[in-house]
C-alpha cells in the first residue's frame, strides 16, 4: 500500500490492496479488498472481503460493501463479492450485498450516484450514470442500466429490469420491467408516459422524442396483446430507440409494466 491516507482509528487488514485512498476513522477494510486510487472511504464504511473499487469514488460514512446476500440458503463459504467502477458516489448508510453465486459479482459501473440508504441486493447490475435516490431498493438480480433514475423509496422486485432513460417516481412499486424511455408511477409502477426531461437532457433530438411516444401509443393503446403491438411496430421503419424499445420487450420474462389506459401486458401477451 502507497500513497494512501488513513486515520489512526482506522482497521485496514494487511491483506488489502489501497493505492492512493483516503480511510477516515473507524472505517473497516477486511482482508481482499482492492481500491483504486483517489477514492475516499468515509467515517465507519465497512468493506467487506471481496469488495472491489476502481478509481475517484466516494464511498459515504457508515455505507457496508460486499454484506452477506440476505438467502436463506447462501452458504457463506461461497467465494463472492461486489465490483464497482469508477467516480461513483455512494452516500452514507448505502448497502450492497455481495453474489450469491460462486465467482461472481454484484456489479455498479462508473458514474452513479446512490443516495441515503439505498439497498443494492445480491447480483444486481447498476449500468453507468445512475441515480437511485434515498432509501430505494433493489431485490436480488435487479438490473438498472444507463441514464436511469429511481426516486426515492421506491420498491423494486427481484430480476426485474429497467431500461435506459428510465424514472421511476417516488414510493414506487415495480414489479415488472420498466421498458427504456419511460416514466414508471404508481403501487403497482405503470407507464405514465415517456421520460421527455430525461431524453431531452441526455441529447435525445426532439425528433426522435415524437417518434418515442409514437411507439409507446402502438404499444400501449392500440392493441389487446403485446404480440400485436410488437408486429406493428416491426412492420415500420423503426429508429435505434424504436428497435430497442422493441428488442427491450421481446426479451422479458417478467412482462412489462401496465399502461395507463387498461391492463398490462403479459409475457404471453393476454391483459392482465
Avoid: W
Avoid at 46 to 75: C, Y
Avoid at 78 to 90: F, M, Y
Wanted: a neutral charge; hydrophobic letters at 40%; glycine letters at 14%.
Amino acid at each position: 500500500m502507497s500513497g494512501n491516507t488513513i486515520h489512526p482509528m482506522a482497521q485496514v487488514s494487511s491483506g488489502a490492496q489501497l493505492e492512493g485512498v483516503t480511510v477516515g476513522p473507524f472505517a473497516v477494510i477486511e482482508e481482499g479488498v482492492q481500491i483504486g486510487s483517489g477514492t475516499v472511504v468515509g467515517a465507519g464504511a465497512i468493506l467487506k472481503r471481496g469488495t472491489l473499487i476502481g478509481a475517484d469514488n466516494r464511498i459515504g460514512e457508515h455505507a457496508v460493501l460486499g454484506g452477506l446476500p440476505q438467502d436463506l440458503h447462501f452458504d457463506p463459504k461461497t467465494e463472492s463479492g461486489v465490483r464497482i467502477g469508477d467516480r461513483n458516489v455512494i452516500r452514507e448508510l448505502a448497502n450492497i450485498h455481495r453474489s450469491t453465486r460462486a465467482g461472481a459479482f454484484t456489479e455498479v459501473g462508473d458514474d452513479n450516484y446512490l443516495m441515503v440508504g439505498c439497498h443494492l441486493g445480491h447480483d444486481v447490475k447498476v449500468h453507468h450514470h445512475v441515480i437511485i435516490a434515498n432509501y430505494s431498493l433493489c431485490a436480488g438480480f435487479v438490473e438498472v442500466m444507463d441514464h436511469a433514475f429511481i426516486s426515492g423509496n421506491c420498491a423494486i422486485h427481484q430480476f426485474v429490469r429497467i431500461g435506459r432513460f428510465v424514472m421511476v417516481a417516488g414510493i414506487t412499486k415495480l414489479p415488472q420491467d420498466a421498458p427504456p424511455f419511460s416514466l414508471i408511477e404508481g403501487t403497482p409502477g405503470r407507464y405514465r408516459t415517456i421520460n421527455s426531461v430525461g431524453l431531452k437532457r441526455g441529447g435525445v433530438p426532439g425528433a426522435d422524442r415524437d417518434r418515442i411516444k409514437h411507439y409507446y401509443r402502438t404499444l400501449y393503446l392500440r392493441h389487446a396483446s403485446r404480440a400485436a403491438a410488437l408486429s406493428e411496430l416491426e412492420a415500420g421503419e423503426l429508429c435505434e430507440y424504436g428497435r430497442e424499445l422493441v428488442s427491450f420487450v421481446k426479451a422479458s420474462r417478467r412482462g412489462i409494466v401496465s399502461g395507463p389506459e387498461r391492463g398490462g401486458v403479459t409475457a404471453e401477451g393476454a391483459g392482465e
